[in-house]
């Protein structure tokens, strides 16, 4: 009997799926980048199904791929920007957050075997305990230390620093996520894969350096548009950018080609899920931790707005019962992505999210709903150029002058935005800290021209929605109440 009780166990385990996840950084949906994926969507994206209402919860990489990782917003996993003191990979994370991760869940409850590879979270390797940390629930781990790199990196191998000085990192990525592959045929595993493209320095691998020498940044309806009726922050000089500048092209190509590692990474992917016979059990996922804006409402380039450029971005998953070249309009965030892989492989867990697992195998309308994007601004006087004509302080942050002194960044250019989304509406609203409000119709204005003027019953509304959900900090509905009596 105890042969039985064994081959049950094993018939078990082969009816859960594997999940490979490759989360790109920094980027882009609006400016086409998914135009340059020719593998990634033709084996990932016509094998399955599209989300087109797919949003990051904040437009800043720390934050995000922690609510990724733990289905729980910013504030609630207190991680608000890329620094250590703004719980980027602080000490509370590790003790607190850390534990109960995707990884950890499942290796906990299913007994999945675990891969991570690449940028883990922005200040990790920093400090508390270095590159010897390693987070609970992985089997083989491959930390990068610190931000985004392509060469000169050091990874934590299962806790061991390690340099690398001329290794190409996407492609150091893929080659211990197929090593890991060849191991994995006869169990379940989970990989995550997180290569450092395209986010800065923009830097491709030695094959893809004289591609697309002509390509220049797309131009969309926001281009170079003076921005009107927006916060402050964005509207700042210059309110039009050089015309004869080529940095902007250069940073979009220099983001393209870094992708085209991660386009072989997903080939090589695929193929040898085909080799070990488990591409038809395995879930595949490609999406990215924030968006990305080149030019748009004259800001030169960088994240960190509420705008469709930075939170709107690229999900496309394929594996069991999807079907192919699927297109779902439904509403979904990346708080959502932890319930739904727990789903897919029977498992419930408190999360600030929901499982989208019954869309991906029905073809229905959607319900409405809302989806909350956050964001803490900040200042920083050391990253102010003293060629810049806005003195030191600490209220504003990146002001250099190859980027013309436009500051990226401002303290009060905190906000939360509700997207309210249905079969026949979509509007963004966003309260700044300071009072400010933005609302947008996305169905009549997709390009976000024309700030709404929203009555006080409309604005008490949206305020409700976010103080029910208790998504807004408490400050910023008290400052706007102020302002609203005035």
Request: hydrophobic share 35%; net charge negative; with cysteine.
């Amino acid at each position: 009997m105890l042969w039985l009780f064994c081959v049950f166990l094993i018939n078990q385990s082969r009816a859960l799926p594997n999940f490979v996840f490759v989360l790109t950084d920094d980027q882009d949906l609006t400016l086409r980048s998914l135009d340059f994926l020719n593998e990634t969507v033709e084996l990932v994206a016509n094998e399955g199904l599209t989300f087109t209402n797919y949003y990051v919860n904040s437009p800043i990489c720390c934050p995000s791929r922690g609510t990724i990782l733990t289905g729980k917003y910013p504030h609630n996993i207190e991680v608000f920007n890329n620094s250590l003191s703004g719980g980027c990979s602080s000490l509370k994370w590790q003790q607190q957050y850390e534990k109960n991760t995707i990884a950890s869940i499942l290796k906990a409850q299913k007994n999945y075997k675990t891969f991570y590879a690449g940028k883990y979270l922005n200040q990790y390797g920093e400090s508390y305990n270095g590159v010897q940390h390693v987070p609970p629930g992985y089997d083989w781990w491959l930390g990068l230390k610190g931000n985004s790199k392509y060469y000169n990196y050091t990874l934590s191998i299962n806790g061991s620093g390690h340099h690398f000085e001329t290794d190409y990192l996407t492609d150091k990525i893929t080659k211990y996520a197929l090593d890991f592959l060849s191991q994995s045929d006869k169990i379940n595993f989970f990989m995550m894969l997180a290569p450092p493209a395209c986010h800065a320095p923009f830097t491709p691998a030695p094959r893809h350096r004289g591609l697309f020498p002509t390509l220049e940044t797309i131009k969309t309806v926001p281009f170079n548009s003076t921005p009107v009726n927006k916060h402050w922050i964005v509207g700042m000089p210059p309110t039009s950018l050089p015309q004869n500048d080529q940095i902007l092209d250069q940073i979009y190509r220099s983001r393209i080609r870094t992708l085209q590692a991660v386009d072989d990474m997903v080939g090589a992917l695929v193929t040898k899920l085909q080799e070990i016979r488990v591409l038809d059990n395995t879930y595949f996922i490609v999406t990215s931790d924030n968006g990305f804006h080149i030019g748009q409402f004259t800001q030169p380039w960088d994240k960190r707005q509420p705008y469709e450029s930075d939170i709107h971005v690229p999900f496309m998953i394929r594996g069991p019962k999807i079907h192919r070249k699927t297109i779902s309009d439904i509403p979904v965030s990346a708080v959502d992505i932890f319930s739904t892989i727990l789903d897919l492989a029977g498992l419930t867990f408190e999360s600030d999210g929901h499982s989208f697992k019954e869309f991906l195998f029905k073809n229905e309308s959607f319900h409405n709903e809302y989806i909350l994007v956050e964001y803490w601004g900040e200042g920083s006087a050391s990253s102010i150029d003293s060629t810049c004509p806005w003195g030191p302080t600490d209220q504003l942050s990146e002001c250099v002058p190859e980027a013309w002194c436009k500051c990226q960044d401002a303290r009060n250019n905190t906000y939360r935005c509700v997207l309210d989304i249905s079969s026949v509406k979509k509007i963004k609203f966003c309260l700044f800290e300071d009072g400010f409000i933005e609302a947008y119709d996305l169905i009549e204005d997709p390009h976000e021209l024309v700030n709404l003027e929203l009555d006080k019953n409309q604005i008490t509304n949206y305020v409700t929605v976010l103080e029910k959900l208790k998504l807004l900090v408490f400050r910023v509905v008290q400052k706007w109440r102020c302002l609203k009596r005035v």
